[in-house]
Structure formats: structure tokens, C-alpha cells
């Protein structure tokens, strides 16, 4: 069954620090999808990005990065110049290919002080 | 506007009392789901549905029952609730193909205290 490590319970940083997020999957399946989500204090859930397992380059969307690293199952997620509004918990999810449940980790609640 | 609607967003209710907390998404989703919210627990599934009348087991489904008579509504079912089931609800939908296949949408979420 699929697993995820999210080691870092909570974060707090200052405004315009760097951060990264770390996750850490476990599954059974050679392929398979990899997101995040956000879920900021009002408690909505909110896409950030999914990823396919074939495709092991690193993408960047603004601020935000994720680095995937098949060999050690891990897809890490960066804020870049941290912003109050990115106050949030994080959660990564993977989810194999011919599953049909997704599996969420833990969450990451990241403080960004001004 | 696109968007998965769930209710009531908040409930208080008591042991034993049945109660249903509706689901319903205006995309033409094929796959829902319900996930259960703890804190240090992150959020666990409950049931999952490829369509319509399919329906299956998440991670919890102890206490809880679902049905997909139509594909646009998912409710979720307690018969006999109990306080272990004091939580935040979310329900979420999807594409299960094609472009944006699996990218959740997500309710706003309802929170159930019983009593």
C-alpha cells in the first residue's frame, strides 16, 4: 500500500526566507501520479500541482518548485522568497496508476512571519 | 462556476442519531470521494466512487455508508454516529481521464461534532 512521509510537522520562517517542504513516498507501482495541495487557515483544499512519474525534470511555477527524485521516492516542494499568504498546510498525495485511492500525508503547516 | 458543494458545513449532533451529509459537483466527474480530517492525521478516505453504483472502501470506512444513484451526488452516510467521528469532512471530485484526470476538487469542507 502506498505511504507518505511528510517528517516535518510544522515550519516557521521569516518572510522572504526560502523553504522546502519535504515528502517521501512509499508505493508498490513503477508508475504513478504525485500532487500537492495546500489548505490555507479559511480551510479550503487547493491544487498546486501534479506529477507524472515518467517525468523527472523539475518544474517551476513562480515562486514554487518541486524536485522529484525517483531513485529515493521523493518529491520536495520549494517557496522561494516566503510570503505571510503562503501560510498554510502542505499535503502530498501520490497516487498509482491503477489505484483508485489517493493517500495524503500527514501535512506540513508552514508559518510565514512577517 | 465549477465547484463540489457539500452540507451542512457544520452539524452538532448527538450519538445514534442518523444523519446524511450531502455531496454534489456540477463538473460531470466521474470519480468522488469522501475523506475524513484529524489533526497529526492529515486527511484519510472514507469511500471512493469510479461511477455510478460503483462504490469503494478508502482507508476508514468503519461507521460510514455511501451510495451513487446519480453521478453528480455522493452522499455520506451515518447510521449510528458516534464521537469518534467528531471531525472535518471534505468531499472531492475528478476527471478519471483525459486532460486534468485526477486533480482533485475539493468541497468546502463540513465539520460534525457528535455529542
Known amino acids: 500500500a502506498q505511504k507518505v512521509t511528510q517528517a516535518q510537522t510544522e515550519i516557521s520562517v521569516v518572510e522572504k526566507e526560502d523553504v522546502t517542504l519535504d515528502c517521501v513516498y512509499e508505493?508498490?507501482?513503477?508508475?504513478?501520479?504525485l500532487f500537492w495541495y495546500k489548505q490555507p487557515p479559511s480551510g479550503e483544499l487547493v491544487f498546486l500541482i501534479r506529477?507524472?512519474?515518467?517525468?523527472?525534470q523539475n518544474e517551476i511555477s513562480g515562486r514554487y518548485s518541486w524536485n522529484f527524485q525517483k531513485s529515493t521516492s521523493s518529491f520536495n516542494f520549494t517557496i522561494t522568497a516566503s510570503q505571510v499568504v503562503d501560510s498554510a498546510v502542505y499535503f502530498c498525495a501520490p497516487r498509482d496508476n491503477y489505484g483508485q485511492n489517493f493517500v495524503f500525508g500527514p501535512g506540513t503547516r508552514l508559518s510565514v512571519l512577517p | 462556476e465549477a465547484q463540489v458543494t457539500q452540507n451542512p458545513r457544520y452539524l452538532i449532533t448527538v450519538t445514534g442519531k442518523k444523519l446524511t451529509v450531502t455531496c454534489s459537483q456540477n463538473m460531470n466527474h466521474e470519480y468522488m470521494s469522501w475523506y475524513r480530517q484529524d489533526p497529526g492525521l492529515g486527511l484519510r478516505q472514507i469511500y471512493y466512487s469510479m461511477n455510478v453504483e460503483v462504490t469503494d472502501k478508502g482507508d476508514v470506512p468503519e461507521g460510514y455508508k455511501v451510495s451513487r444513484k446519480e453521478k453528480r451526488n455522493f452522499p455520506l452516510i451515518l447510521e449510528s454516529p458516534s464521537p469518534n467521528q467528531t471531525s472535518l469532512y471534505f468531499c472531492a471530485s475528478s476527471l478519471w481521464g483525459g486532460e486534468g484526470a485526477n486533480v482533485l476538487t475539493f468541497g468546502a469542507g463540513s465539520r460534525l461534532t457528535v455529542l
Open positions: 508505493t508498490r507501482d513503477t508508475t504513478y501520479y
Open positions: 506529477r507524472n512519474s515518467f517525468d523527472e
